[in-house]
């Protein structure tokens, strides 16, 4: 038994203070994380909860692999146009995205704060016979042991993220000198609000209600300034329009709501 300090006649207590925990600033957002941790084991269903992004998918990746094969100088119409290239896919869900683009070449890395997700992820590319390095993992983690890659993508993520100037400042740093950046996201705007939120969410009912926040949706020129001040220079920017006849998505017109850009980094920086 250990005995306690004996205090002077007179003498006050010192009184302890609860010693701090100092946490690294984080870019996941635990709330919207277990949102889509409830519907997760549907990321492969084309009609089921992730219909929209499954509808989205082959614009999103025409845009990256025309992007992409301008920036390294490849042929976009080869059979595995980006051999020998490191790609990382920030909020990788079900492998949606990370897939196809390991089929074009890619050494793939893909991440996701979602335990389920990732676990999804990788028997689906088992079964396809595809290497994917799949990982529960959030950006400031890869960031920490210092890892970079040649194509960093951040697909409809920002908006979930906790906070979307750390997440963009935190995904710039994992490309590598000359390497590209790419990333897809909701405009800040009332158009935005009218059909992402009110239109998609209450009267089409593509995504569950509260799966987007406006507050949270992002500028292309905040984009652009936080980009610029992380060494990357913005290259292009489009926007994903729904065809008004329902028969899907297209790239152009004005980028009120969905838009998709490309920036790069330097060499040597």
Not at 42 to 51: N, T, Y
Not at 86 to 100: H, K, M, Q, T, Y
Request: charged share 25%; proline share 6%.
């Amino acid at each position: 038994m250990t005995a306690l300090p004996r205090r002077k006649p007179g003498q006050r207590a010192r009184r302890r203070r609860p010693s701090r925990v100092l946490r690294r600033p984080s870019t996941v957002d635990a709330g919207e994380v277990a949102n889509f941790a409830a519907v997760a084991r549907a990321w492969w269903d084309p009609d089921g909860e992730f219909r929209p992004l499954h509808r989205l998918n082959p614009v999103r990746l025409t845009f990256l692999r025309d992007q992409l094969a301008r920036h390294f100088s490849r042929n976009p119409t080869s059979t595995r146009p980006f051999k020998g290239l490191s790609l990382l896919d920030i909020g990788c869900g079900g492998g949606i995205v990370a897939e196809p683009l390991a089929r074009l070449g890619f050494v793939v890395t893909a991440i996701d704060a979602d335990a389920t997700a990732i676990r999804i992820a990788r028997a689906h590319a088992a079964d396809a016979g595809l290497a994917i390095d799949y990982r529960q993992a959030a950006a400031e983690d890869l960031v920490r042991r210092r890892q970079r890659f040649d194509a960093v993508l951040a697909l409809e993520v920002i908006e979930h993220s906790a906070d979307p100037a750390l997440f963009l400042a935190t995904a710039a740093s994992l490309v590598a000198p000359s390497g590209g950046f790419a990333l897809s996201t909701l405009n800040r705007t009332l158009r935005s609000f009218l059909f992402a939120i009110v239109g998609a969410e209450y009267v089409l009912r593509w995504v569950p209600r509260g799966t987007h926040r406006w507050s949270k949706f992002v500028r292309p020129s905040e984009v652009a300034e936080i980009l610029q001040k992380n060494r990357l220079d913005m290259q292009a920017v489009t926007a994903l329009n729904y065809r008004p006849d329902g028969s899907g998505w297209r790239l152009g017109g004005r980028p009120d709501v969905n838009y998709l850009l490309f920036a790069s980094k330097p060499a040597g920086k």
